[in-house]
């Protein structure tokens, strides 16, 4: 395994472990190669902006070369491009740069976390990281942007050959178009599951309240559930991220409701008898169809980070769920929908979470966080949320967007409760079906008999 060090002049290098034990199923001890370090920066950059080498992959050329992404920046004539640098080994002890660089995007940047790996178009299973390219196969480069503490993602081509990747749309490059997440999460990195074919995401979530209070409580950040990734073969534009199928089991005792009719500027409560500060939700939405084809330039320049959140009103939306509220709404955490309308009849669907009003406490970063999501014909508006007393994570459209917030309730972290929410002025909502799950801690759960079921 690789990793960054740093040594005693803040020069930024990669060196090497191996475990101790390669027959420990878990791999828990691990070693320093005493050929530390293994790779040193290239002299075309600066020392310290070298780091986070990606899994390598074989050259399809030749088997036993391995190939290795990381992570830099170029400064020169006042670019300041990303930059992602390629280096085949066949020991992992010695390292041959490759002639130019893989891919680079001006004004994006140092990359962090440099991540790549291929997807299959059919969206049916994870590939390994040393899959060749092919006509059914587009390569995903990820890149974690130090300027804005957010990770981007781009679908393209790789030509191993010329170490070249190329993205589909040049508008949504990396850094510039879609992202892993609208919200708290950064420094994410993949791994294949061969046992289950697929491809597993871990992001970080750092704390969104103040140092005084991490230091206080005596931790801070956590890893987020961990996601699989495939690529979203109904709009072809973007991939789809999902809560490991894993997480199904610390479901207990579940809630139903169905037809739920959410009247404009109404809220409506879900009875649970239990706390609702460790749930999950899933629910399907279905607007009034006769208000969207009689709105008509309504809310075309919608912004959810710029927007009044979930308080603010306009034709079609906002509407759906507030999470970790106390019984007066005085703490709420909104996990919303808004549609805009363009004057030829398209409509736009915006996913959002709102935090402004999710605590009492003064001291923590609170905004209103999304952006749209591909909503097809047909489909209904469709949510899943992960609630974990401080942490939500949602996602829309079967994982076509995630949002995830740190968010630190007060009065309702001991009795949160859930509420449907419309605050469209001219659309009523209706509920067809949200299903509520209280979950139960991971400590709870034997690596044993799970690892029996599933293998």
């Keep these: 395994m690789l990793y960054t060090g740093s040594t005693n002049t803040t020069t930024q290098v990669q060196c090497l472990v191996v475990p101790t034990n390669p027959a420990d199923p878990l791999l828990i001890h691990w070693h320093k190669h005493e050929a530390n370090p293994v790779l040193i920066p290239p002299p075309s950059i600066l020392p310290h902006d070298f780091r986070d080498p990606t899994t390598a992959w074989t050259d399809p050329s030749d088997p036993s070369t391995f190939l290795v992404a990381i992570g830099s920046k170029d400064d020169s004539s006042n670019r300041h491009a990303g930059v992602a640098y390629v280096y085949a080994t066949r020991d992992f002890l010695s390292y041959k ?14 990359w962090e976390c440099i991540d790549f790996f291929p997807v299959s178009v059919d969206g049916q299973a994870g590939l390994d ?31 191993a050959n010329e170490n070249k990747w190329v993205p589909d749309d040049a508008e949504k490059d990396v850094g510039i178009g879609l992202r892993y997440d609208w919200g708290k999460f950064y420094a994410a990195k993949t791994f294949y599951d061969h046992h289950k074919r ?44 999902w809560p490991v199928e894993e997480v199904n089991f610390l479901r207990a005792k579940s809630y139903e409701f169905s037809s739920i009719d959410v009247l404009p500027g109404s809220v409506v409560p879900l009875n649970m008898p239990a706390n609702a500060a460790q749930i999950d939700i899933e629910a399907e939405f279905e607007v009034e169809k006769m208000a969207i084809t009689m709105a008509v330039e309504a809310d075309v ?4 980070s710029t927007s009044n959140g979930a308080s603010g009103r306009g034709l079609l939306g906002p509407f759906g769920l507030l999470v970790l509220a106390d019984k007066d709404l005085g703490e709420q955490t909104a996990t919303y929908f808004y549609l805009s309308v363009s004057v030829d009849g398209t409509t736009q669907t915006h ?53 995830t917030s740190r968010v630190y309730p007060t009065k309702a972290f001991h009795s949160a409760k859930v509420f449907l929410f419309n605050n469209a002025t001219a659309a009523s909502v209706t509920a067809k079906s949200i299903k509520i799950w209280e979950m139960e801690s991971t400590f709870k759960q034997n690596y044993e008999e799970h690892a029996y079921q599933f293998s």
């Excluded at 893989?102 to 140092?110: A, F, I, N, Q």
């Excluded at 750092?206 to 709009?235: C, H, N, Y």
């Excluded at 996913?351 to 003064?362: I, L, N, V």
Aim: aromatic share 8%; hydrophobic share 35%.
């Design 351 to 403: 996913f959002c979470q709102d935090e402004t009003r999710s605590s009492r406490a003064s001291d923590i970063v609170k905004r209103v966080v999304g952006y749209t999501v591909p909503v097809l014909h047909g489909e209904m508006l469709t949510v899943r949320i992960l609630v974990d007393h401080s942490i939500v994570e949602s996602f829309a459209q079967g994982g076509r967007s995630a949002i």
């Design 301 to 304: 320049g919608y912004n959810c």
């Design 129 to 159: 990281t040393s899959e060749k390219a092919g006509e059914r196969i587009k390569h995903i480069l990820k890149a974690s942007l130090d300027d804005d503490r957010h990770d981007y993602y781009a679908i393209g081509r790789y030509d």
């Design 97 to 110: 740069l490759l002639p130019d660089v893989l891919h680079r995007v001006e004004g994006t940047g140092m």
């Design 198 to 241: 697929r491809r597993v995401l871990w992001g970080w979530v750092g704390e969104t309240d103040s140092e005084q209070t991490d230091v206080s409580k005596g931790w801070a950040s956590i890893m987020s559930i961990p996601r699989t990734i495939l690529f979203d073969s109904k709009t072809g534009s973007n991939l789809l991220f």
